[in-house]
């Protein structure tokens, strides 16, 4: 019984962590309809900021602030010298220019850094005892951080004029528009949003696991999953789609032998299954997609 | 005047077939052992390339061809010692086929952004479904029956014979009937419906021959390399080549992943040889996005446009000379 309750208080903690790189996504695709598989890399360039910050010294507070600042700027760069040049091309050339821009920042992060993994070696926090049930503070750390940044995220989409541009551009292009709506703005504070939530997901990254080029990708096709379990562009889905993953992930690589290497597995059969039952997402508009 | 527009035409028609056949001579008769290597290479992406643009006709942009490669690849090498290799190759193909269809049947109602994470999803789960199944030896992956004793040169030749065999049947589907048919299915699927086009059949089929160009892809991998792990085959890297040198090359065209895909290998490996095996594909993510950018119809599309406006220059001059 403590395994069990152990396992689920796990999947719940990293939960915080997807749900903050999948609301991401989510923003993202919601307003510019355009689906960034670029987001894992930013996740990526993020941890290697805060990994070279904390080893020379800094603050891990200081060190997110400057990851979460420095991708929301890429991402608008980014935004900026290609995106914007493919938001009225056809679904498969958008697709494939993220994957290109993705190709381009993995592959420059093995130059800069060389594959080789590194670890920060860090204690957030000290352990939490319950019982017999123990949860490591670095897990606690990455939840209270992970759901700042998502709630924080809904905060500014429901609270302020930006993220109510931002809404109404995602819920109906054509009538932001015409009601003065700047949807180029809105397009770009998308990137930016979605490029700092990614920069500060980086930091979680590497505090929680190791640091290499291409840990980003593992994470984003996590986000794609849980983005499309909970609707494209909708941020309650994203934190419901990511607590389910985690939690399921979490079951799966403890219950079953050599279960941690099918993780990638749970969430696509979850995806899959998903797609058969219920194909518009928990919180997908009807007729979204078919 | 007529014998010049005849050989047009035939050059049209034919020249994709000639253009093979003359490149796979000279690669067999003038090219290194290493060269002929590579050309294999790029004859596996050619199938894959092609068997997504034939999807993609239907407006079904797959964003994981590498499911079936990858089912193509295992299920050569597995059967191919207990039914000999011809049979593996047929059972393989209809195998494939068989299940390409169940998941377009599946995935037939998504569109866009959902069809292409959907079809994403089913790959990387393809790759967990190997590692779990009692029959493929898991992660410490499989050994498979190398064809022709790995003479290159002849591995050449079949790969170039089922390369046309994959052309001629993109070049079926690119006549005037289904051609048209595929366009009213992607651009507006009730017209598609309504004017008699069996929308869900036609979706499906077309998902099935896909799915069994990929295997054919896949099983010329399985007999040129002697051993694969299930996360050679069953990666991303694949759907990304897949749909790059097709949209690079050229969409709704036999020739478009023909281009492309000479155009995204050669860059590869020009690439790794000036900077080595670590972070090449720099350049090629640099490339994908130039050319997504400056040139959305790939080159087929620039060479059209080039043709076209000789064409109208030519029309012009002839109506001020009357």
């Not at chain 1, 709506?181 to 397009?187: G, I, K, P, Q, S």
């Not at chain 2, 003359?22 to 050619?46: H, R």
């Not at chain 2, 789960?125 to 590692?131: E, G, Y």
């Not at chain 2, 993109?170 to 289904?178: A, I, V, Y």
Request: charge should be positive; charged fraction near 10%.
């Amino acid at each position: 019984m403590a395994t069990l309750i152990q396992t689920i208080i796990f999947g719940l903690l990293v939960a915080g962590l997807y749900a903050c790189i999948a609301s991401g996504v989510s923003i993202v695709v919601g307003v510019t309809r355009i689906i960034n598989f670029a987001h894992g890399e930013l996740v990526m360039l993020g941890a290697y900021v805060t990994y070279y910050l904390y080893t020379a010294g800094v603050n891990i507070f200081i060190c997110m602030i400057a990851s979460f600042i420095s991708m929301g700027l890429l991402s608008l760069v980014s935004y900026q010298l290609f995106m914007r040049r493919v938001l009225d091309s056809a679904e498969h050339n958008q697709v494939l220019s993220t994957y290109g821009l993705s190709i381009l920042l993995s592959n420059a992060a093995m130059l800069l850094f060389t594959p080789i993994v590194k670890a920060m070696h860090v204690t957030m926090m000290p352990s939490l005892h319950l019982g017999p049930i123990v949860i490591p503070g670095n897990y606690i750390f990455i939840a209270i951080f992970g759901f700042i940044l998502y709630f924080g995220l809904i905060f500014f989409v429901n609270k302020t004029k930006l993220g109510a541009m931002m809404k109404l551009t995602s819920e109906n292009r054509q009538l932001a528009k015409y009601s003065g709506v700047n949807t180029d703005l809105a397009y770009q504070v998308s990137f930016v949003v979605g490029g700092a939530l990614a920069g500060a997901a980086g930091t979680l990254v590497a505090v929680m696991l190791y640091v290499y080029p291409t840990v980003g990708s593992e994470y984003i096709t996590k986000a794609f999953a849980i983005v499309v379990m909970g609707g494209l562009g909708s941020i309650p889905g994203a934190l419901l789609g990511a607590a389910i993953l985690a939690v399921g992930e979490s079951l799966v690589s403890t219950y079953i032998p050599n279960g941690a290497s099918l993780n990638f597995g749970v969430s696509f059969v979850m995806l899959i299954l998903m797609l058969v039952i219920r194909p518009n997402g928990f919180f997908g508009k009807r007729g979204d997609r078919a | 005047m007529t014998n010049a527009k005849t050989a047009n035409r035939l050059l049209g028609k034919y020249g994709i077939y000639v253009f093979i056949i003359l490149a796979c001579i000279v690669v067999y008769f003038f090219a290194s052992l290493y060269f002929q290597q590579i050309v294999l290479g790029v004859i596996i992406i050619m199938i894959l390339g092609i068997s997504w643009d034939v999807l993609a006709r239907t407006g079904q942009a797959s964003f994981g061809q590498s499911t079936y490669f990858g089912i193509g690849v295992y299920s050569v090498a597995i059967l191919a010692p207990i039914t000999g290799v011809v049979a593996a190759w047929i059972i393989s193909i209809i195998l494939t086929m068989g299940i390409a269809a169940l998941f377009g049947m599946l995935l037939s109602k998504l569109k866009g952004r959902y069809f292409a994470v959907s079809t994403l999803a089913l790959s990387m789960a393809m790759q967990v479904i190997v590692l779990v199944l009692p029959f493929t030896s898991g992660a410490s992956g499989i050994s498979t029956t190398m064809l022709f004793r790995s003479n290159r040169g002849a591995q050449v030749i079949l790969a170039t014979v089922l390369l046309l065999v994959a052309v001629f049947i993109s070049e079926q589907l690119l006549r005037p009937r289904p051609r048209t048919a595929a366009f009213l299915i992607r651009s507006n699927a009730y017209l598609a419906e309504s004017s008699g086009i069996p929308v869900f059949r036609r979706k499906v089929m077309t998902f099935s021959i896909s799915g069994g160009l990929a295997c054919l892809a896949g099983a010329i991998y399985s007999s040129i390399y002697g051993y694969v792990l299930p996360e050679d085959v069953f990666n991303v890297k694949y759907n990304v080549m897949a749909i790059a040198v097709s949209i690079l090359g050229g969409v709704d065209s036999s020739a478009g992943p023909l281009l492309g895909a000479i155009l995204v290998r050669g860059i590869e490996e020009a690439t790794k040889r000036t900077i080595g095996s670590t972070g090449y594909q720099l350049f090629v993510g640099l490339l994908i996005i130039v050319c997504v950018v400056t040139m959305p119809n790939g080159i087929v599309g620039v060479i059209k446009k080039h043709l076209s406006r000789h064409r109208e220059r030519g029309i012009k001059k002839s109506g001020e000379a009357v």
